[in-house]
């Protein structure tokens, strides 16, 4: 938010950490919103207007405040369609290669932050409170000459926040309850089951970010998983490698680049973090077992009974000693979120919430046998 800085991708190895020198462009502070390359243009879209970026340099092609979203039309791939704060603006490419703004559109103002255009040439945008509006325009783009607003009544789970986004060619609209699509027949929206049961928690994404041919983020309440559609009904989902960063992406803003190659830049509420994909499939691991650790009882003193691991060995206690702790781990040596659940058979045999506790005690036992049960479970798996 404090302007477009830009520093040199120094070339050497792709496991070399990299290191940066960044500086701020000349006469670009403010709000930078949008960063995007089409023909090989870098364009900014800026709280002041859209830049094209030449170099170190930049060049306003429009004053049009908020460049908030901007991809190419299906129908005419010479042409660029924007949404900024107020109205939709069109970008035609020059013979030169470059593009310069053709004009703002008419009939339709509203603040446009997502935008997506169908195979037919409608252009669906997200309203932050009023759901989903279609647009159709005129031959020459320069009006709006229908807008049909979706919500409640056409089946969407609610007005707020409805984002709209391309999956494979599609245009799909994540709601916070699921993914919906558009049904042309009955000019209703229902569920995209067919997605939607094959993500797990990811359905309710809010935010959705290609990755390259058949892969793309998805990213939810700041939780990001890279899902590879390349396989149809069978997709991919690797969200075991980004758990660390769970809750460090600013929410509603959250942005992932491909620099080159398999280097991605992943925006995170203090900086960034260079993510660098190997060319092999999603790995895939194994979790071990967990252990009990250490066992002990409590009574007129505190007093360890065992402090080795404990899977499928027996215990006997004697019955003064009727209040036990337990701790237990899951010998497993990478940076995530690891959680417990537990039973106690013969005393309960309902599994315990999952929790991040990994210590468990019980008072006042009853004479009888027992068995104790721990499961794990690393970054949902």
Not at 57 to 75: A, M
Not at 147 to 153: P, V
Not at 209 to 222: E, V
Not at 327 to 339: I, T
Request: with cysteine.
């Amino acid at each position: 938010n404090q302007g477009l800085f830009y520093s040199e991708w120094r070339s050497g190895s792709e496991n070399q950490r990299r290191h940066f020198d960044f500086k701020l462009v000349p006469n670009s502070q403010g709000q930078v919103w949008d960063l995007s390359v089409f023909d090989g243009n870098l364009i900014c879209g800026h709280n002041t207007g859209t830049y094209l970026v030449k170099g170190t340099t930049i060049e306003r092609i429009s004053s049009t405040n908020g460049g908030w979203f901007i991809t190419r039309s299906r129908i005419f791939p010479d042409l660029l369609i924007q949404g900024t704060y107020t109205k939709l603006v069109i970008y035609k490419k020059t013979p030169q290669g470059s593009f310069t703004k053709l004009h703002e559109v008419s009939g339709f103002s509203a603040p446009i932050k997502y935008l997506e255009q169908d195979i037919k040439g409608n252009i669906w945008v997200s309203h932050a409170y009023k759901g989903i509006y279609r647009l159709r325009l005129s031959a020459d783009y320069a009006k709006v000459v229908d807008a049909k607003e979706y919500g409640t009544a056409s089946g969407l789970p609610g007005n707020h926040k409805v984002n709209i986004f391309e999956l494979n060619g599609r245009v799909i609209f994540a709601t916070g309850q699921g993914f919906y699509v558009h049904d042309e027949i009955s000019d209703k929206f229902h569920p995209y089951e067919q997605l939607n049961s094959k993500l797990g928690s990811f359905s309710r994404s809010n935010k959705v970010i290609q990755a390259n041919d058949h892969q793309y983020w998805f990213i939810r309440k700041g939780n990001i998983s890279l899902v590879d559609l390349h396989k149809a009904g069978r997709p991919d989902i690797d969200s075991n490698m980004f758990h660390v960063l769970k809750n460090r992406i600013f929410h509603d803003f959250e942005n992932i680049n491909r620099i080159n190659n398999n280097f991605y830049l992943i925006s995170i509420d203090d900086g960034f973090v260079i993510y660098h994909r190997s060319s092999s499939s999603v790995s895939r691991f194994k979790l071990p077992l967990p252990i009990i650790g250490q066992f002990s009882v409590s009574g007129q003193r505190d007093s360890i009974i065992s402090d080795f691991g404990l899977i499928g060995k027996d215990l006997t206690i004697d019955y003064k000693n009727r209040n036990v702790s337990i701790r237990y781990a899951l010998p497993f040596y990478r940076q995530g979120d690891v959680r417990f659940q537990y039973r106690l058979n013969g005393y309960s045999s309902q599994w315990s919430e999952w929790s991040n506790q990994s210590e468990k005690s019980f008072t006042n036992l009853p004479a009888g046998d027992y068995v104790f049960q721990v499961r794990a479970k690393y970054n949902e798996q």
